[in-house]
């Protein structure tokens, strides 16, 4: 198991929290995630590296930018 913390650049509503969300939920193998607004942070489990790999450029390819804390 995967498990980190990423700083979310960008985030300003919880429309862009519901927009992330749903990628997320599209994604397969996520054992857990939270995003926040209040803290503009993710923190999400997954079953291998490949799939935080997947995570980040799905996000990113949303116009966020995601920064490993």
Same mark, same amino acid.
């Not at 429309?15 to 857990?32: E, M, Q, T």
């Not at 503009?40 to 990113?60: A, P, R, S």
């Given at each position: 198991? +995967? ?10 509503? +919880?429309?862009? &929290?519901? $927009?992330?969300? $749903? &990628?997320? %939920? ?5 054992? !857990? !995630?939270?995003?926040?607004? +209040?803290? /503009?942070?993710? &923190? ?5 590296? /490949?799939?935080? %790999? +997947? &995570?980040?450029?799905?996000? *990113? *390819? ?8």
């Amino acid at each position: 198991m +995967e498990k980190k913390e990423f700083k979310i650049e960008g985030i300003e509503c +919880e429309g862009c &929290v519901n $927009r992330i969300k $749903r &990628v997320l %939920d599209s994604i397969k193998n996520i054992n !857990y !995630y939270d995003v926040s607004l +209040e803290t /503009e942070t993710l &923190v999400i489990e997954v079953k291998n590296k /490949e799939k935080l %790999d +997947e &995570v980040v450029t799905k996000i *990113n *390819n949303l116009g966020f930018t995601l920064y490993e804390k």
